[in-house]
């Protein structure tokens, strides 16, 4: 196996297998295997500048290379184009447009990606046919990578289809599915722990001159029993041709020499060579990689720090660039270093005690002068947010903490700020798909506009655009409001949802957004939004605040802001009941009851609240205690003064509900003379 080092690193000591190899030990993540293109949704964020390294060459067939990219840290784009100016062909530019968007953000700032996407391209031309098959590979672990492919009939102008290919090749895609599955438990025989083929899926295909048809499938293989969890899943790559199975673990990340996935007599040449040309031998691309190697002033600083601070007499084993922040905007920096153009973040590998320690350093840049500021302490493998330095962020929040420490930056930036005019945050990308996966039909699949299957099957729901609108502290958090359009895929084509919806993050202490608080439709104002999803609320204006308390309660919350136990009374007999187990009962506190649902696992919802204490308010500030006028100044126009659901008979009242009917969360406000003497909050389900 021949690994090489990165180029964006510089190897201080032992082969370059070496290193890698141990980097790969010390800092490999195992995952499942991702969909089509989901490797690259943490890198496809928007916000990115033009592509670079991309040149045209000579036709083959009846396209041209339009993309060509290969930089240090292994991401190599291969993507053509077609020459030809019919229908056909312009639908497979269009799809190879799509495609080359997914990989905009790699090309555009590679050294804030994790490094290590592929997308390779084997231009298979016969007589008639121009079979576009792509490999598509990423850092991440769980799988062989996955194929693409487009088949372009020259003859007639038009793509041809993966039903036709069946059809040309007398089997059906069930048929090579379960050859798969059955392919790979022959090779699973004799494993130490019991494992399974499942899942198989048809990929692409491509028609070779002898009018043969190849095919390409992923086949996961897993614990034979569901119930068990020995081992990560694997998806591996297969091909299949003429009654014969081939299974290719080619890794093209690691540059491995084994066959290719296509021989090269069958693939055509171009002026600048492709990765399949030049690749496995372990060579370079014409004109070489782009990105330079470690600037000298870093190297000379990095071996002082190890020998003052580390006692460590050798050079490092490893050291790479593994973040670059050019955008210090909205930080406020200590002002000897207001002038600097980036904040770069190194990564060095060292030997200690008989194991391998990595360490994160620091360097400020102005022009071509690098000044060393400090250790972060232990290699950190959390996403870097591409955007800027003061965006959210685990990875930098760390870096911007440990400045904050060092009296770097003298005051953390505003949470607001770090969110505003940017895209979205990597960790709530994943967070909304996992929340829309849970929370849609079983057989809907949830993609990113960047991230999208290029042909996409079944029910499929595509979030466009994903706004941020603002946010709401949340006791010792935020609430982050975030607008989403959306759009679905019915009859071979997209249409747009009517309606936007607004989704709702967790903001937590570290800089982590990985928690969906819940989704509602557009309300009136982003911290109401963030208060029913936070608390539970039915309607975040329908609730009562206790003075020095940070938590609300109302309609559909608990109530939170009581040391004391309440006084608690079943109600026997009361119902609707909506799930065995559960009851409704009354709780009670100086002043105040609350008629709750309670559900079997403990937790409750308050169906109507009343109070007579004076320390408790609306979010207009109207208390026990407030006047008339005050409540009709607070609420104007939205104030009734009709009969509210019979409830009340003769009594002096005014009620608040954001549906002029009453359907809903309400608030009444009670009156002796002209002052509240007492307020109720009611759900009236529609």
């Known amino acids: 196996m021949n690994v090489p080092h990165t180029r964006l690193s510089t190897r201080m000591s032992g082969s370059a297998k070496e290193t890698e190899q141990r980097l790969r030990n010390l800092f490999a993540r195992h995952k499942r295997p991702a969909l089509l293109l989901v490797a690259v949704v943490a890198l496809a964020i928007g916000l990115c500048g033009g592509l670079v390294a991309c040149r045209s060459t000579t036709q083959a067939g009846s396209f041209t290379m339009d993309t060509q990219y290969y930089d240090a840290l292994g991401n190599y784009i291969e993507i053509p184009r077609l020459t030809a100016e019919g229908e056909g062909a312009q639908a497979v530019n269009q799809a190879l447009t799509a495609l080359k968007s997914q990989y905009q953000t790699v090309m555009a700032a590679p050294v804030n990606t994790a490094g290590g996407q592929r997308c390779l391209f084997y231009p298979a031309v016969t007589e008639r046919y121009d079979n ?19 088949v372009y009939d020259r003859q007639e102008d038009r793509v041809v289809t993966l039903t ?247 005051a953390f930036p505003e949470a607001d700020a770090m969110l505003r005019d940017t895209p979205m945050p990597l960790a709530a990308r994943s967070a909304t798909v996992a929340y829309f996966y849970s929370n849609r039909p079983a057989d809907m699949s949830i993609f990113f506009a960047d991230q999208a299957p290029l042909q996409p099957e079944g029910r499929t729901m595509r979030i466009d655009e994903a706004s941020y609108l603002g946010l709401r502290q949340l006791y010792e958090t935020y609430g982050v409001v975030y607008q989403l359009r959306c759009s679905g895929w019915e009859n071979g084509d997209w249409y747009a949802y009517p309606e936007p919806l607004w989704l ?87 002043g105040l009851s609350t008629l709750c649902y309670r559900n079997a696992d403990g937790s409750y919802a308050i169906q109507r609240l ?16 407030s006047t008339r006028a005050e409540v009709e100044a607070a609420y104007g126009e939205k104030l009734s003064r009709t009969d509210y659901w019979s409830l009340y008979p003769g009594e002096d009242y005014l009620w608040y509900c954001a549906d002029p009917e009453g359907w809903g969360a309400a608030i009444l406000f009670f009156f002796d003379g002209d002052q509240v003497s007492r307020i109720v909050l009611n759900n009236m389900f529609s």
């Open 504 to 590: 709702v993050f967790q903001l937590g202490q570290g800089g982590d957004m990985t928690t969906v608080l819940g989704e509602s439709v557009p309300r009136e104002t982003v911290e109401q939004a963030a208060l029913e999803q936070g608390y539970h609320l039915v309607d975040g204006t329908v609730a009562l605040w206790r003075d020095g308390y940070p938590n609300p309660a109302g309609p559909g919350s608990e109530v939170g802001f009581f040391w004391e136990e309440p006084v608690v009374t079943v109600l026997e007999d009361a119902d609707p009941i909506y799930q065995e187990g559960d009851w409704w009962q009354q709780m009670e506190w100086e």
């Open 164 to 410: 036709e290919a069946l059809e040309l090749a007398g089997t059906t895609e069930d048929a090579l599915c379960r050859g798969a599955e059955e392919y790979l438990n022959g090779e699973l025989a004799g494993t130490e722990v019991a494992l399974a083929a499942r899942d198989g899926a048809v990929t692409g295909f491509r028609i070779r001159d002898d009018g043969g048809v190849e095919f390409y499938l992923t086949c996961m293989t897993d614990d034979a029993d569901p119930a068990v969890d020995a081992v990560d899943g694997w998806q591996h790559l297969l091909v299949y041709a003429d009654d014969s199975w081939r299974h290719y673990n080619c890794k093209a990340t690691l540059m491995l020499t084994e066959e290719l996935l296509i021989p090269a007599e069958e693939l055509a040449g171009f002026d600048a060579p492709l990765w399949y040309q030049w690749g496995p031998s372990g060579g370079e691309p014409e004109g070489g990689f782009v990105m330079e190697q470690i600037p000298p002033q870093v190297e000379e600083q990095v071996l002082q720090y190890m020998k003052d601070s580390l006692g460590y007499s050798e050079p490092p084993m490893e050291l790479i660039l593994c973040a670059s922040f050019h955008d210090l905007s909205r930080l406020d920096l200590a002002e000897e270093w207001r002038d600097m153009d980036a904040l770069e973040c190194y990564g060095i590998t060292y030997g200690a005690n008989g194991t391998y320690v990595g360490e994160d350093l620091l360097f400020f840049r102005k022009g071509e002068q690098y000044t060393f500021v400090g250790s972060l302490g232990e290699y950190d493998s959390e996403q870097v947010e591409p955007t800027r330095l003061a965006a959210v962020g685990t990875y930098n929040y760390r870096i911007m903490y440990w400045m904050l420490e060092q009296g770097i930056l003298t």
């Open 610 to 625: 009343e109070t007579t204490r004076t320390d408790l308010s609306t979010d207009r500030g109207i208390r026990v205690g």
């Open 132 to 150: 576009l098959i792509f490999y598509l590979d990423s850092a991440s672990s769980g799988n062989d990578g996955d194929i693409y492919t487009l």
